[in-house]
């Protein structure tokens, strides 16, 4: 095949990608805010989260974010997203991971302070995009209500986005959810022994 | 089971579950550069890597973008993270999706250029970390020779993080990175006739 040749088959092929494309544009034309969903066993559910949070306050956006679990180092994303307190609420509400605590009542009762606040958020339309991070593990570990979760995203301003990570997403979330992403671990660093590197996992 | 006993098992479960942990932190003792990817046809791939950017700014470092494949629209997180030209260095390489442009020399030459810009920057060692954003898919159209991005990866700073999205990574490059996750589409919104939300996927 000449070059002539596979640059028209590049072209037609692409021509019929681009009329398949434009028309599903055009048979997606509602807007709403989305539930999202980051889940699994891999990396990227909660930096997935913050890249959302980034282009969202790329556009003007009112963002606020609830983190669940973590807490007990300070996170680079945390550093960050608070150099704009005008533009992003941030709550820190996890005092570590659960196995640090090793206290299952406090661990319930932190987490049901940090429900609340999502609460709060889920009901104000002003802020276009919440963040719950890591919420899942807290549904799983039982320290939070599914119902009262569900509950509250049923009834979130009409516009506003959600975002939700952390692992082993409850099937009644994934339900409701707009769009649901399973971040699977093909290979990972630290099996190699290698610690968890600042700016990358930390 | 009382709530006594209940506890006192969480108790148990948690601290046992620390120690493995910790033993596995004892045993995770090296400090590198990473290469993550990105892949899989789920949403997440480039929003992740743009968290690692933030997350790496939360931590003073130093950051460059190369986008090889977008570029026809504005897109939120170029909007935010151009808002830092002392810490991130952003380029905007692509003319658009492949199927707008329909011109196979175009997209090569113009991919070229996004690629040489990159090794430019695989081979500063000011620089923390390198996100190559949808890099896997012009070596999926063969806009780009592997053997180049091989060779890149692999005389990069010791230091230095590189993250590269976008689906179908090679194998190759599946092979010398350190941490591989596959986002798999479980749901996705646009299915359901519900076009890309500015803030969320734009």
Redesign the interface.
């Known amino acids: 095949m000449s070059d002539q040749q ?2 028209q088959r ?2 037609q092929r ?2 019929r ?2 009329e398949l ?1 434009d028309a ?2 055009a ?8 539930i ?1 969903i ?3 066993n ?18 003007g ?1 009112t963002v606020a974010v609830v983190q669940f679990i973590k807490g007990s180092f300070q ?7 608070r150099r704009f307190p005008d533009e992003v609420e941030y709550h820190v509400m996890g005092e570590g991971f ?8 406090r661990d319930i009762a932190t987490a049901m302070v940090a429900w609340e606040k999502a609460e709060q958020l889920l009901s104000n339309p002003t802020i ?2 919440v963040l719950l991070d890591e919420l899942n593990i807290a549904l799983k570990m039982g320290y939070i209500p599914l119902d009262r979760v569900l509950a509250a995203l049923r009834d979130k301003p009409e516009m506003q ?1 959600v975002v939700i990570t952390g692992r082993g997403a409850k099937d009644e979330l ?1 339900e409701i ?14 099996k ?9 996992e ?1």
Do not use: C, P
């Open positions: 596979r640059n590049h072209t692409m021509q990608k681009k494309i599903g544009v048979r997606a034309d509602k807007d709403k805010g989305l999202l980051n889940t699994g891999g990396k990227g559910k909660s930096s997935a989260g913050f890249g959302v949070v980034a282009r969202a306050l790329g556009h956006m996170t680079g994303e945390e550093n960050f997203f659960t196995w640090d605590t090793q206290n299952r009542e276009d995009l986005h994934v959810a707009d769009t649901v992403t399973e971040m699977r671990e093909i290979k990972h660093a630290y190699a022994g290698i610690r968890a590197q600042k700016g990358v930390l």
